[in-house]
């Protein structure tokens, strides 16, 4: 399977606790995006990447979250000190960037905090 | 702020019938994007609509863009169970960049016998 990957699939996690979600974009695709989608909503955009460039985070990505690309191929999305509003679906795409404008999504990573 | 703007948010409809999804956003935008989530699942990419007077067509679905109206939308034609999932519609917030998609809220479809 060559689409984008996500691990682990689901987490919960006690409050306070420190998360960390893993992202695998396809392999030739140099932009990486984070999205978070709660229950009913559609997705929310908190940040992204081209190659390993953070280049854009919206205000929803607060101290408590911070995402790295390195060496632009794999992501990783870390929210420390969780809070029980931080349960949602982050969900990870990848896209072609100016080659193709289509995003790809993975399978998400669904948080529980408790 | 972009916004963007679906309706109805609830369609339930019969198999066989056809029904246009709306989606409307606040800002210019070339490209618009829809894509599907069954529940539980992630989203799936349906159309990407590149500029204004494009539509796009795939089995019982069509997908269109009017960029003066700021107006796309889905038809879905025939309706059969299996297109039971929300719809999602969004546009690019970046001015073009290719970074952030807005999403709607979603059409959640519901096709029965």
């Known amino acids: 399977d060559t689409g984008v990957s996500q691990n682990p699939r689901h987490k919960i996690t006690k409050r306070g606790q420190n998360v960390t979600f893993r992202c695998d974009p396809i392999s030739e695709h140099n932009r990486l995006y984070w999205y978070r989608q709660t229950l009913g909503q559609g997705p929310e955009f908190l940040t992204y990447?081209?190659?390993?460039?953070?280049?854009?985070k919206s205000r929803l990505l607060s101290d408590r979250f911070s995402a790295e690309r390195p060496k632009g191929s794999f992501s990783t999305l870390e929210i420390q000190r969780t809070e029980q509003g931080d349960s949602a679906m982050y969900l990870c795409?990848?896209?072609?960037?100016?080659?193709?404008?289509?995003?790809?999504f993975g399978p998400g990573t669904r948080l529980t905090v408790t | 702020e972009l916004k963007v703007e679906q309706n109805p948010l609830f369609l339930s409809m019969q198999e066989g019938k056809n029904y246009t999804i709306y989606c409307n956003y606040s800002t210019t935008s070339d490209r618009l994007y829809w894509y599907r989530q069954d529940p539980g699942k992630s989203l799936e990419s349906l159309f990407v609509?590149?500029?204004?007077?494009a539509v796009k067509q795939e089995g019982r679905l069509m997908a269109s863009l009017d960029t003066k109206a700021r107006l796309s939308t889905l038809h879905i034609t025939a309706a059969v169970h299996d297109l039971s999932a929300t719809y999602f519609c969004a546009v690019d917030g970046s001015g073009g960049s290719q970074g952030n998609l807005i999403f709607g809220k979603g059409t959640k479809l519901s096709v029965k016998p």
């Open positions: 990447f081209q190659n390993e460039a953070q280049l854009e």
């Open positions: 609509l590149l500029s204004n007077g």
């Open positions: 795409a990848s896209s072609l960037g100016q080659v193709s404008y289509e995003q790809y």
